[in-house]
């Protein structure tokens, strides 16, 4: 009897994604492999080998065989996805623009790829263009409140811009959604900062947050319980024996949001060994997989020490997409990392870690005026919400400064921005790196940058953020009195 080759290649396909399911992604891959020699035709196979390629952190591979699936099947939404998101983080500016442009071809009415094409535009530095596609998505969807938000963000509004007419309209039209409601005024707010009616500025702002607090509250319990055994889970852990760290060896950029990593990751990102690897978010989930997330990790003393050696094995596997192989170091700007420095010290002892720390006025304040991503720090909805997430992170890089022997730095935003060339130095110098000049020239690098700065870093260093807390300082008074007696710096 003659077994149906199609049968078989579809056996081995389905036991390859049973096997990545249950997390053991080599094997699938390595079965994925040898369906490619197989049957080289099927767009679905390219696509997985794809998808665990990008899990194993092998970008070679990944973009090959994303690469392959679109060659096979040049419409499919899922597979153009994918090749974007592959060749995005491989900072493939023109390859990911051309694949937008086929992604929205294929549903030129649909507003998502398209306003996601103008966010990539932003990423790429290409401000301009992603202006005009803004604009041109607003006129034709005048009542998405989301689009007006993304713009602001990124434009300074002049006092006659029209669109601020236009988002007045909207934020008092009956049937805007709490979510709508929530863009619309984040975006007043930053037009009335722009046009520098500061009176106007926290009426939108509190207007915004409630809606925001309304659609993800706040839960500062487990927030709290997270924090407490994260650290207790730390007590006594020593350093590793044998542990080689990771390859690229990685340097930690760690403060609060708003507080200045990413200029400080850029600053570093400049020297010819190191690549920005920016939010990895790879160590803390590492951890977590390995150990119980937040308030179920076990204590970390009492795990085997070949326990301990898997975790820096498999966060050297974690960091790979993120990584250039051309480059020896590779910065990590998560926010939480911080919560781990005593696991990443004992295990990584080829890491660094950097602390950037600036005026908790003006940190509380640009987290008010900012919209994170749906669902992230939902304290930010509340003055006295950051107040207190500010001390606690104060407490626990106290707690790191007494407890880490070598290899932790502290920064001051503000130092660095008063004396860039001194501080740039100190900054490199904490990396573990030898001085290059270029380091001051972190804005004409290029690159693609995620965040809520990168207008800024495309920029020289400017010194008009410092104390713009002091225009709201009335409006901040909630914050203020939460924070009590405890010294600003």
């Known amino acids: 009897m003659q077994t149906n080759p199609l049968h078989a290649v579809k056996t081995t396909y389905d036991k390859a994604l049973a096997l990545a399911r249950q997390g053991d992604v080599a094997q699938a891959a390595g079965l994925l492999d040898g369906l490619a ?15 665990l390629a990008a899990r194993l952190g092998d970008q070679i591979k990944r973009i090959a065989s994303i690469d392959r699936a679109l060659e096979l099947r040049p419409s499919e939404p899922a597979i153009l996805t994918e090749a974007i998101a592959a060749h995005s983080l491989a900072g493939h500016h023109d390859t ?15 507003i998502k790829p398209q306003a996601e094409k103008a966010l990539y535009l932003q990423t790429a530095g290409r401000f301009d263009d992603s202006e005009n596609l803004l604009r041109k998505l607003q006129k034709k969807h005048p009542y998405d409140a989301e689009l007006y938000r993304m713009l602001a963000t990124t434009i300074r509004i002049q006092p006659n811009d029209p669109m601020i007419g236009a988002m007045r309209r909207l934020a008092n039209h009956p049937k805007l959604s709490p979510q709508g409601r929530m863009h619309i005024n984040f975006a007043l707010a930053k037009a009335m900062e722009d046009t520098k009616t500061t009176a106007k500025v926290f009426p939108h702002l509190n207007i915004a947050n409630k809606a925001q607090a309304e659609l993800w509250p706040d839960d500062p319990n487990a927030r709290n319980a997270e924090r407490n055994v994260v650290l207790a889970a730390q007590k006594g852990l020593s350093q590793v024996a044998g542990s080689t760290g990771t390859h690229p060896s990685l340097i930690f950029v760690t403060g609060l949001p708003r507080s200045g990593t990413t200029l400080a990751e850029q600053i570093i990102a400049s020297h010819s060994k190191v690549h920005a690897g920016g939010e990895t978010a790879t160590a803390l ?34 960091i790979h997409p993120f990584a250039n192989p051309t480059k020896t170091h ?59 997430v500010i001390k606690s992170f104060r407490q626990i890089i106290a707690h790191w400064r007494d407890t880490l022997p070598d290899r932790f730095t502290e920064i001051r935003y503000e130092d660095l921005v008063s004396d860039p060339e001194t501080q740039s130095k100190h900054l490199i110098a904490a990396a573990g790196l030898d001085w290059e000049d270029q380091c001051l020239n972190f804005h004409e690098k290029g690159g693609t940058v995620k965040t809520l ?17 002091r225009r709201y300082a009335t409006d901040l008074q909630p914050f203020i009195d939460a924070w009590g007696d405890t010294p600003w710096d």
């Open 330 to 388: 590779l910065t990590d700007k998560s926010i939480m990392a911080y919560l781990i420095y005593g696991l990443l010290h004992a295990t990584l002892p080829n890491a660094r870690f950097i602390v950037v720390h600036r005026d908790p006025r003006d940190i509380a304040l640009s987290i008010y005026k900012n919209h994170f991503s749906a669902g992230t720090h939902r304290y930010a909805n509340d003055l006295v919400a950051i107040a207190e």
């Open 96 to 110: 990911v623009l051309s694949l937008f442009d086929r992604l929205i071809a294929l549903d030129p009415k649909a």
């Open 285 to 318: 989930r590492t951890a977590y997989d390995l150990f119980g997330a937040g308030a179920e990790m076990r204590p970390l003393a009492r795990e085997p020490q070949d326990r301990l050696k898997d975790f820096a094995t498999r966060l050297n596997s974690a």
């Open 37 to 51: 020699l197989q049957a080289p035709n099927l767009p679905e196979i390219h696509f997985q080998r794809a998808r």
């Open 453 to 469: 700065s990168l207008h800024q870093v495309r920029q020289p260093i400017y010194k008009s953020s410092a104390a713009a807390w």
